[in-house]
């Protein structure tokens, strides 16, 4: 069975625009800051930008240069954390090499951290707390399967990747004590030696490893569920633009041995998006 993020990102889109239909006139505002002209950032801030248009979430976007510094991007920041209007700020990844990505994004006020990035945001999830703005793909993976029927408690995950960003995160979110958590966590990457025997053994397999293709039908176990959050891009001359974006998993071989599979597009992506306008809303009220 495919996990159609995209159908369940669809739903979600509508409840939020119901919700903030009851808040108007007032309205959240997200801002979105890119520096850089990385072409794949601003496809993502602008399809961030659509989806909040579409729900009635207010937008603002403001794109820097490459050359842009570490003062005056965290000036920026704290103009924006002392604006009353302003309810959520994105900071897209990735940044300039010379700029010291913790220390920026650290600057952002914790309660305005829709991406849920600031240190204080992650120990507010390491501890539990419920009013943490939550990292937005985990966020999503749990989301995703909750609404898809498929159980967590009991259930061994294993998370291949150990980011700041999906990684380290989700396993906090999953190990959690309570609805849609209570799993067994083991955190896979790339200093450990035998992957597969790891892979193998998960009721519930989250591929982040940023590799292509990285997990076959060898490695994983009958009827798991497979989430691919992984973003490659391979040439292929049949496609218009010369390369096409595939997952960190076999997808064709794979999904002929496992219960549920993400596909890459449509699985994780639009999920992320959904959250996203969700912590928006979140840290709004």
């Not at 990385?38 to 602008?46: D, E, G, I, K, Q």
């Amino acid at each position: 069975m495919i996990i159609d993020g995209t159908a369940i990102a669809a739903q979600i889109h509508e409840e939020l625009a119901a919700q903030l239909k009851t808040l108007m006139p007032r309205r959240p505002q997200l801002v979105a800051i890119l520096v850089g002209d990385n072409p794949a950032s601003h496809l993502y801030v602008n399809s961030k930008v659509q989806a909040c248009q579409k729900v009635g979430i207010s937008s603002k976007k403001f794109l820097l240069p490459t050359t842009t510094t570490e003062t005056e991007l965290t000036n920026l920041i704290g103009l924006l954390n002392q604006d009353p209007e302003v309810t959520g700020i994105l900071l897209q990844m990735p940044l300039p090499s010379h700029l010291n990505t913790l220390h920026v994004v650290n600057r952002i006020n914790p309660a305005k951290d829709v991406d849920g990035a600031t240190a204080y945001n992650h120990g507010k999830l390491v501890m539990g707390d419920p009013t943490a703005l939550v990292p937005c793909t985990p966020l999503g993976i749990q989301v995703m399967l909750q609404r898809t029927g498929i159980p967590i408690e009991g259930k061994h995950v294993v998370i291949a990747g150990r980011s700041n960003i999906v990684g380290k995160p989700l396993a906090c979110l999953l190990m959690q004590k309570g609805a849609g958590a209570n799993a067994t966590v083991t955190v896979v990457h790339s200093h450990t030696p035998d992957i597969g025997y790891f892979s193998r053994q998960a009721d519930i397999l989250v591929a982040a490893i940023g590799q292509a293709h990285y997990f076959t039908a060898d490695r994983v176990k009958d009827g798991a569920v497979v989430i691919d959050v992984g973003q490659n891009q391979l040439p292929d001359p049949t496609h218009p633009k010369g390369k096409r974006l595939v997952g960190d998993v076999a997808y064709d071989e794979v999904k002929k041995k496992c219960s549920w599979i993400t596909p890459v597009p449509g699985g994780v992506g639009p999920m992320t998006i959904a959250m996203l306008l969700s912590n928006t809303l979140k840290a709004f009220r």
